[in-house]
């Protein structure tokens, strides 16, 4: 017997040397069964992300490794998907397969960060503690051939000034921004293990931090770094095979479809089910299906990009106005629009800059107007009086070549006539804007309530809320144009 359970842990150094010898390492020695089925179109199955990890850098003996410039990946899951499960699952192979491999657990709260870390005492203990330099501590491990795990906590002290090749962030939805801004820089690459930052988590939040990884990665843009991956997968990658079920008795049949007949994961068909009956159908669909996420806080929650954001031009044969909202740290911005012959508002380009004078935001304005300007507006307290300069910022932008025209508004009127725009009584859209209003886009579909306050105005975050409110600033005025006399600077 002693010298078969020496055998056993001796196949466990073994190297897999290929995804078919990984999945089944997994499933033999940890007994995790990860799914390897993609249902979906746009969705990868689970075993893909523990691929990347394992194949990101230098496995010894792995010929295959997949040298990147980073490891770093996004992984967007639905709950239950075993998203924590599985980053416990790639920081044990990790250490056993990649000597000297530095990893940190980081997540949106402690109990999150412990719950990975409590996965992968759980394998160690069921038959990797020969590989241990010393005993498992509360939130830290070392492995006898120099590779280490600590868990960290949700803090910019406790984060800054660490160097280590990898850092999984479980449920970044949670992340304070300050702690995300300063986890960027704590991956480094070096002794043949490539150095990566992973992201892990459902959308919950239409305006979190989730879906503007999501975003920028699908950009090619820059939150992480515009190498980031993105691993989805949704209910489905994980649900069990379904045998003996009709679909059309099955209450699962609109969302699945028969796909669950291809499927080979281990969620519970009943369980599904009873998720689905005890839920909203906006948040199943968004914490189970991976779908964008629920709009119960979202300001515009009309707003489809399919429908409102499309290509259009300048017209020399329609009116152009100009809408203005006022900021130095907070964004300057100016939206150019014009309304054609069915009332159509069409928001054709945008001008979004921090910290810059009105003579520099005049300037480009003025030199980005493809036309003759019917009206320009801006808001109410932009003819404020500075104490300092004795002038105004409206009176500053008239004296530059920009008149301004404004007109005294609620948050909430302006808002209305917004909603009024993307979606009419008879169900019809008067709104488009143009792909290249990038950060009005970004706002329409960001702009939210705060989260726990019984409050009808919206979040002033300084990000979201400029870019509508220089829409705000068109609608009131253009819908009174013809009604009165608009005061101008």
């Keep these: ?51 990347h990890c394992y194949t990101d850098g230098k496995v010894r003996g ?18 239950g998907g075993g998203k924590t499960l599985l980053g416990a699952v790639a920081t044990l192979l990790d250490c056993i397969f990649k000597p000297d491999c530095q990893v940190r657990i980081l997540a949106g709260s402690g109990d999150q960060a412990q719950r990975m870390y409590e996965y992968l005492v759980q394998y160690i203990n069921a038959g990797f503690s020969h590989l241990l330099a010393e005993p498992i501590r509360k939130n830290r491990c070392v492995f006898i051939n120099g590779s280490g795990v600590e868990v960290l906590t949700q803090s910019s002290a406790c984060v800054r000034g660490r160097h280590v090749h990898k850092l999984r962030c479980d449920e970044i939805e949670l992340f304070e921004p300050e702690v995300f801004e ?18 892990l988590s459902t959308m919950h939040r239409p305006y979190g931090l989730m879906q503007k990884l999501v975003d920028a990665a699908e950009k090619k843009s820059s939150i992480i770094n515009h190498h980031s991956s993105i691993y989805k997968w949704c209910m489905f990658e994980s649900i069990e095979k379904c045998v003996d079920r009709s679909c059309s ?34 948040a199943f669909e968004s914490e189970m299906l991976c779908r964008r996420p629920s709009l119960d806080n979202a300001v515009f929650a009309e707003f489809e990009p399919d429908i409102h954001v499309a290509a259009v031009e300048y017209d020399a044969n329609l009116p152009l106005y100009r809408a203005i909202d006022f900021g130095f740290v907070n964004p300057f911005v100016c939206l150019w629009i014009q309304v054609d012959g069915n009332t159509v508002v069409r928001v054709i380009d945008e001008y979004v800059r921090s910290r810059t004078t009105i003579d520099v935001h005049a300037r480009a304005i003025i030199e980005r107007t493809p036309g003759s ?50 979606r009419r009584g008879d169900g019809a859209s008067s709104l488009v804007i143009s792909p290249r209003c990038g950060r009005l886009i970004e706002a329409m579909k960001c702009y939210h309530y705060p989260d726990s306050a019984a409050d ?28 009165s006399i608009s005061k101008r600077y």
């Design 1 to 51: 017997m002693h010298i078969i359970g020496e055998l056993y842990d001796s196949l466990k150094t073994i190297v897999p040397r290929n995804r078919d010898d990984l999945r089944n390492y997994v499933k033999a020695f940890l007994g995790v069964n990860v799914p390897d089925v993609r249902i979906c179109d746009d969705h990868c199955a689970p075993m893909d992300y523990l691929w």
């Design 62 to 79: 792995l010929e295959t490794a997949d040298v990147s410039v980073n490891s770093d990946a996004i992984v967007w899951a639905g709950r």
């Design 249 to 282: 008795r099955c209450e699962l049949d609109k969302y699945c479809m028969g796909r669950a007949k291809n499927a080979g994961g281990y969620l519970k068909i009943d369980d599904c089910i009873t998720q689905m009956r005890r839920s909203s159908q906006a």
């Design 182 to 199: 300063a986890a960027k820089f704590i991956t480094q690459s070096k002794d043949g293990i490539i150095g990566g930052m992973e992201c």
């Design 373 to 422: 300007v019917a009206a320009s507006f801006c808001d109410p307290a932009g003819a404020g009086v500075n104490d300092i300069t004795g002038s105004s910022p409206a009176a500053v932008m008239r004296s530059l070549g920009v008149p301004l025209r404004w007109r005294a508004s609620s948050i909430l009127q302006g808002l209305e006539l917004i909603r009024r725009a993307l």
């Design 456 to 483: 009808e105005l919206p979040l002033k975050d300084g990000i979201y809320d400029h870019p509508i409110d220089a829409l705000r600033y068109f609608f009131v005025n253009y819908s009174q144009n013809r009604k």
